[in-house]
């Protein structure tokens, strides 16, 4: 069974459109993460929610929205997409805050034309 | 602010040798250092941890690092590399004040056979 998984895996849409990203877990975990890896391999976090609750709101443009309808779920929405925001995008989920292991999903290519 | 540096984009090995990839740390108080492994393709896994006690931290796949406050180092070592070990390394630091994972530029290991 897939511990992270994240849907769609490729995601090639045009500028302006809206998409979401989905991500579950099924480690029974109360933590979950959406991470941003560029074309360089830089990886940087966006938001983590706790138990459905905002934790990290990194500085990203307001047309990225997480939404968190249960701990083991938490999706991505982008509006109005641009083609900067094409990169890789991870979903990860920890225990709790306080544990320190994260586990990584496969990651959404995103391609924006 | 926390962060961790990695000097080397790629460091290249022959199968069988010991291999180090390096990561330095910049800190404010006792560090909660990790090091993560990214396959072609896929999400990270987590390899291993300091949080306190041993300075020598064992992790896995033969992976272990090696904690050194007076140098602010953190370099991830394994005794005879193999072909397999090929990927994208990530040291990273948890910031204790926002939890946040702060991870390095990564470092391409290449195991020649």
């Known amino acids: 069974d897939t511990a992270v998984s994240q849907t769609p895996k490729y995601l090639v849409t045009q500028m302006g459109n809206d998409k979401s990203i989905k991500c579950e877990q099924n480690l029974g975990h109360d933590t979950m993460y959406w991470y941003k890896q560029d074309s360089k391999k830089f990886l940087k976090i966006m938001f983590s929610?706790?138990?459905?609750?905002?934790?990290i709101n990194e500085t990203v443009p307001n047309r990225f929205s997480p939404k968190s309808p249960d701990k083991a779920h938490l999706n991505l929405h982008i509006n109005s997409l641009e083609l900067g925001d094409s990169a890789v995008y991870f979903c990860?989920?920890?225990?709790?805050?306080?544990?320190?292991?994260?586990?990584f999903g496969p990651g959404t290519r995103l391609t924006v034309t | 602010a926390q962060s961790v540096a990695q000097p080397e984009d790629q460091v290249n090995v022959a199968e069988g040798n010991p291999l180090t990839v390096k990561c330095t740390y910049s800190v404010s108080g006792n560090p909660y250092l990790f090091w993560y492994v990214q396959y072609p393709n896929r999400g990270l896994q987590f390899l291993l941890k300091?949080?306190?006690?041993?300075?020598l931290v064992k992790g896995s796949y033969g992976f272990e690092a090696e904690f050194n406050k007076s140098q602010t180092s953190f370099h991830l070592k394994k005794p005879s590399a193999l072909v397999s070990d090929s990927a994208l390394y990530f040291c990273?630091?948890?910031?204790?004040?926002?939890?946040?994972?702060?991870f390095g530029t990564g470092t391409r290991l290449q195991v020649f056979p």
């Open positions: 300091y949080i306190t006690g041993d300075n």
């Open positions: 929610y706790n138990n459905k609750e905002l934790i």
């Open positions: 990273a630091v948890r910031d204790r004040d926002t939890d946040k994972l702060i």
């Open positions: 990860a989920s920890s225990q709790d805050l306080t544990v320190h292991e994260q586990y």
